[in-house]
């Protein structure tokens, strides 16, 4: 079980920390109003991962259970999207904008629930998941659903301490990438570079 949990928690992080559009959202939130405000809608946003974990742990683990092979082309499969995500980042623009411009004040309740929405409508989420769970599954023959729960927990767990931490050094950061116009291409082959370790811890 360890020797899955690690390289799974280690994968989980790398992926948070990868600048996607849910950090950056929280990011600018948080530049715009204060921390609360960024660490509320992070909150949202990985609650809305449990319903993700939900809908790959019912439906891949009955798939699982037919077939071995099966199980062996959902994780090259998995590979293979975080391959194409890769690709699909290198031909990507590397300039990033924090512009403030257009998010509103919200009450609290309602940045929860957007956030929520958020995740839970982008079908892109479930599909990432769909790739990444099941290469970290330590007993593919047994329990799978409450595996994939143990997996869906920890990973929003550490998305939202990496979310709140982001919040919080808001500021800090913001100032950071602004006044490095290179900061993009770092960040891009940052992303590039996770994403393909990923696919090869996937296939180990």
Do not use: C
């Amino acid at each position: 079980m360890a020797d899955q949990l690690i390289p799974f928690l280690t994968a989980s992080i790398l992926l948070t920390l990868a600048p996607g559009p849910d950090i950056i959202y929280v990011l600018v939130r948080s530049i715009a109003y204060n921390a609360k405000q960024g660490i509320v809608t992070a909150t949202g946003l990985v609650s809305g991962i449990l319903v993700h974990t939900s809908l790959v742990a019912f439906g891949v683990s009955a798939i699982i259970r037919q077939s071995e092979n099966v199980f062996l082309i959902i994780k090259i499969f998995g590979a293979g999207y975080l391959l194409y995500l890769a690709w699909q980042v290198y031909k990507s623009n590397p300039e990033i904008a924090f512009s403030s411009e257009g998010i509103k004040n919200k009450s609290l309740w309602s940045l929860y629930r957007q956030g929520f929405i958020m995740n839970v409508l982008n079908p892109k989420v479930g599909i990432f998941f769909l790739a990444f769970f099941p290469g970290f599954l330590w007993e593919p023959e047994g329990n799978t659903v409450m595996q994939f729960y143990i997996l869906g927990i920890i990973f929003m767990l550490q998305a939202l301490l990496i979310f709140s931490i982001v919040a919080l050094l808001a500021d800090k950061i913001s100032v950071f990438i602004k006044s490095h116009p290179k900061s993009g291409y770092f960040l891009k082959w940052m992303q590039i570079v996770i994403f393909i370790l990923i696919a090869v811890l996937i296939l180990k």
